[in-house]
C-alpha cells in the first residue's frame, strides 16, 4: 500500500510518498507545489526500490531535505 505525508523542512512544505511500483516494490517520490501556478510537480523520484511504502516513505523525506540543502534560497519554492 502507499504511504504519504506532508513532510515540513526548514520553513518548506513537500509531500513525500512511497508508491507502489507495478512490480511491488515501492519508489520514494518528493513533490511540492511552485509557483508561479502553484501547480504540483515532482521534484525527486528515489533511484532505490525498497520492500513497503514505510520505507520509501522515510527515504522521499531523507530526498526533501537533501533538496532543500542543495537548493540556494533564491531557487526556494
Not at 10 to 36: D, H, I, T, W, Y
Not at 64 to 77: K, L
Amino acid at each position: 500500500m502507499d504511504e504519504a505525508e506532508i513532510f515540513n523542512c526548514q520553513g518548506q512544505r513537500f509531500l513525500c510518498s512511497g508508491e507502489q511500483l507495478p512490480s511491488g516494490s515501492f519508489q520514494a517520490v518528493v513533490r511540492c507545489k511552485l509557483p508561479p501556478d502553484d501547480l504540483v510537480h515532482t521534484l525527486v523520484l528515489g533511484a532505490g526500490h525498497y520492500m513497503n511504502g514505510r520505507q520509501a516513505l522515510v527515504r522521499a523525506k531523507e530526498l526533501a531535505e537533501e533538496w532543500v540543502r542543495t537548493h540556494p534560497d533564491d531557487e526556494q519554492i
